[in-house]
C-alpha cells in the first residue's frame, strides 16, 4: 500500500514509522524540513518538503499513486483542505483529516471526510483507519484474549439479528444510528449505516475485518 501523509510532527512521524515498518511504501510531506529529523535516521520511506495542500508538493509525493491519504498538521483548516484536495482533485481511496476541534467533526463528516479528533484518537487510531477500512476502533481487553471492535456495519449485516452475528459468537454491546447510541435489545436488527460496538473472541477478528472489507 502507498501512503501519503502530511504533517511530520509527534503523531505524523509516528504513523509514518509504524506504517512503514509493517512493510507499507509511505511518504510524509512537511513545510519544514527540520521536522523529518522525528523519522529517525532508518526511516524507509520518501520526505517531501512542501505545503499540505500545495498540489505541486502533492504531486511530487507521487500522490496519483496514493492508496490513502492522511492529513497530521497542527492546522485543522489545513488538514481539510488537503484532505478535500486529495479526496476530489485525486481520488485517493482512503481520506483521513486530523482535527483538533471537536465541535468541527461532525461538519467535515458531513463533507464525506473521516476524520479524528484529538480527545479521544492518536496515530494507532488513524493506522486502523488506514490499514483496517470499516473498522473504525480495536481494543483488547486482558492478555488479548477477547477484542472490542467498533465497525460500520457490513452489507452482508444488513437486517440481521445482533444475536445471529457471527453465528452468535459477538457480542453487541451498542449501535450508534443517525447520530444516536443504543443498546439493543435481543432480536434488534441492523440496518445501513449502523455503526456496532462489538465484543469477540480474538480468533474471531481476521473474520470480522473480513466482513467489514467485502
Not at 505545503?51 to 491519504?69: C, K, M, N, P, Y
Not at 471537536?102 to 480527545?119: D, F, Q
Request: proline content about 4%; hydrophobic content about 45%.
Amino acid at each position: 500500500m502507498n501512503v501519503l501523509i502530511v504533517g511530520c510532527g509527534r503523531e505524523g512521524s509516528e504513523l509514518a514509522r509504524s506504517i512503514a515498518a509493517q512493510g507499507h511504501a509511505v511518504t510524509i510531506v512537511d513545510a519544514n524540513a527540520e521536522r523529518f529529523d522525528q523519522l529517525g535516521a532508518d526511516f524507509p520511506g520518501r520526505t517531501v518538503q512542501g505545503v499540505s495542500f500545495d498540489q505541486g508538493a502533492l504531486e511530487r509525493a507521487d500522490i496519483t499513486h496514493a492508496d490513502a491519504f492522511v492529513a497530521t498538521t497542527q492546522s485543522d483548516n489545513e488538514n481539510i483542505v488537503a484532505a478535500k484536495i486529495a479526496r476530489d482533485v485525486y481520488k485517493v481511496p482512503r481520506v483521513v483529516a486530523r482535527v483538533y476541534n471537536p465541535g468541527r467533526r461532525e461538519v467535515y463528516e458531513r463533507l464525506g471526510l473521516a476524520t479524528v479528533t484529538s480527545t479521544s484518537w492518536g496515530a494507532r487510531r488513524i493506522e486502523q483507519l488506514i490499514l483496517h477500512p470499516g473498522v473504525i476502533d480495536m481494543e483488547q481487553i486482558g492478555r488479548g484474549e477477547v477484542r472490542l471492535l467498533c465497525v460500520t456495519v457490513p452489507e452482508a449485516w444488513h437486517g440481521r439479528s445482533v444475536n445471529a452475528i457471527l453465528d452468535g459468537n459477538a457480542v453487541v454491546c451498542a449501535v450508534e444510528r443517525g447520530g444516536h447510541a443504543f443498546v439493543p435489545k435481543a432480536g434488534e436488527t441492523l440496518q445501513p449505516g449502523d455503526v456496532a460496538y462489538l465484543s469477540i473472541p480474538a480468533a474471531l477478528q481476521a473474520d470480522v475485518i473480513g466482513f467489514v472489507r467485502a
